[in-house]
C-alpha cells in the first residue's frame, strides 16, 4: 500500500499531515486545532493510545504559538518517553527546551537524535537556526525586550550594510 492509499485509509494521518503543513506555514493555533483532531480520530477509531508524534507535534505548536509552554513540554517529554527511537522527537523536545530556555537540556535532546539518525537534517537545521544568533546586546535584558530587538535589527543591518561594501569591492 503507498504512503498516498495509507493516508486515504487513516484520517488521523491525513489531518496530522495537514497539521504539519500548517506548522510550516506558521499558522500555530491551525495546527494544533488539527493535531488535537487527528488525535480525537485515532480516539474514536478505537486506539487506547494515539500516536506519539501526534502528541509531540501538538506540544510543539503549542509552545511555538506560545500559548502553553508547560503543556508543549511536557507532552513532548512524554512522547519521547514512550517513544525513544524517534529522532523526530527528540528533535521537536530540543525546539521546545530552547524556546524554554533550557540549552543543555535541548542539546541533549539533538544529542540523542544524531545519536539515532546521523547526520538527520532537521536536527542539523534546528542546531544551525541556533548558532547563528547572537547573543543579546543588553544581556541584563531579556532577547524579546523591544531595545534588545531594535539594537539587534540595527547590529544585523550595519552588518550587511558592511558586508554588502567590503563583498562589491
Known amino acids: 500500500m503507498t504512503s498516498t492509499a495509507t493516508a486515504a485509509a487513516d484520517p488521523s494521518e491525513t489531518t496530522f499531515r495537514k497539521g504539519l503543513q500548517a506548522l510550516e506555514r506558521k499558522t500555530y493555533q491551525q495546527a494544533i486545532a488539527l493535531f488535537r483532531e487527528s488525535i480525537e480520530q485515532e480516539r474514536q477509531a478505537g486506539t487506547k493510545s494515539p500516536r506519539m508524534k501526534y502528541v509531540s507535534y501538538l506540544g510543539l505548536a503549542l509552545t511555538l504559538a506560545n500559548v502553553r509552554s508547560e503543556e508543549g513540554l511536557t507532552l513532548c517529554q512524554k ?3 514512550r517513544e525513544f527511537f524517534d529522532p523526530d522527537l527528540y528533535c521537536n523536545l530540543g525546539i521546545v ?3 524554554n530556555r533550557q540549552k543543555a537540556l535541548a542539546f541533549e535532546s539533538f544529542q540523542k537524535g544524531l545519536n539515532l539518525r546521523p547526520g538527520y537534517r532537521r536536527i542539523q537545521d534546528a542546531l544551525e537556526r541556533y548558532e547563528r544568533r ?4 543588553f544581556g541584563f535584558l ?3 525586550h523591544p531595545i534588545n530587538r531594535f539594537a539587534g535589527e540595527l547590529r544585523y543591518r550595519l552588518r550587511m550594510l558592511l558586508a554588502g561594501r567590503t563583498g562589491g569591492d
Open 79 to 81: 512522547a519521547v518517553q
Open 97 to 99: 527546551y530552547l524556546r
Open 134 to 137: 547572537f547573543d543579546p546586546i
Open 142 to 144: 531579556p532577547r524579546s
